[in-house]
């Protein structure tokens, strides 16, 4: 069953008329008529019936009529929705980021796209770089902002922007707060083994006293005297004048983290996904 042989069919019985419906159709009489024979084979059944009087529908033409003009409709529908998607008028995209990126850096990116693409539906899940990589495996993220040293195997993209990272102490210790411990991100995420491995590089002991996976909550803590840190400069040059703390000078001590915009294979992009990433 073809959408031409459908809308030959329903032609046919909107205007009666065999010779009415080639002209609507641009087709000639015999193509009409092998259009209807076709049908008609596919259905088993005889559709129309054609004489003096003109042409009417036999019982199986009548009650296949309204579920010729459904399936039509839902062709026409079908065919909508695919090209609103490619004209971006509607759709759905689903975006993961690390919470400073959410914080930080793509508040004004989500605005500018919200106002370029007002009918795409726009998501943001914020988890941690682990978490956000394992949901855009699974397809549950159409794009993902994380850290990572590179881009994991499976997976496209590009590095986004360096999110250097200091260390902080309670003001009024010490310039390098021997006396007190670290307070820092969980044991498994990405942060907490880059900062390990930094100061093992570095040639520094870092006892750890709490471990948070909130940076606002640890710079609080460093505030109220609970102990240092290493957070990423943009939390603590927009809270200063909020939170408290006193930069450390520790030498050798050098640490950034890469935030990378990842996604899957190009092709398997949705165009929502290729017009955000255009925005960039």
Avoid: C
Avoid at 73 to 99: C, F, H, K, P, W
Avoid at 269 to 280: G, V
């Amino acid at each position: 069953m073809e959408r031409r042989q459908l809308e030959t069919f329903l032609a046919i019985v909107d205007s009666g008329s065999f010779s009415l419906a080639t002209k609507q159709l641009y087709m000639t009489q015999s193509a009409v008529s092998q259009s209807i024979r076709k049908l008609e084979d596919d259905l088993g059944e005889k559709l129309l019936i054609r004489d003096r009087r003109g042409v009417r529908t036999t019982p199986a033409g009548s009650l296949f009529l309204p579920i010729a003009r459904d399936i039509l409709r839902r062709m026409n529908d079908g065919r909508q929705a695919i090209e609103d998607l490619r004209g971006l008028r509607r759709g759905e995209l689903a975006i993961g980021a690390v919470d400073i990126a959410s914080i930080y850096l793509l508040p004004k990116i989500f605005r500018k796209y919200r106002q370029n693409y007002p009918d795409i539906s726009l998501s943001v899940r914020v988890a941690g770089s682990r978490a956000l990589s394992q949901s855009l495996g699974k397809g549950e993220l159409d794009l993902a902002f994380l850290f990572a040293d590179k881009v994991p195997e499976g997976f496209a993209g590009r590095s986004f922007v360096e999110d250097r990272m200091i260390p902080v102490a309670p003001p009024g210790h010490s310039i390098r707060g021997e006396e007190l411990g670290w307070i820092t991100y969980p044991r498994g995420s990405f942060t907490r083994e880059l900062l390990d491995r930094s100061f093992v590089e570095a040639g520094m002991e870092f006892p750890v006293r709490m471990e948070i996976d909130r940076p606002e909550v640890i710079l609080q803590l460093v505030s109220a005297g609970l102990g240092k840190a290493v957070l990423p400069i943009r939390l603590v040059d927009t809270l200063k004048g909020l939170v408290k703390v006193r930069r450390l000078r520790l030498s050798g001590l050098n640490i950034s983290r890469s935030l990378w915009l990842l996604h899957r294979a190009p092709e398997r992009l949705s165009p929502a996904a290729r017009s955000f990433i255009d925005e960039l």
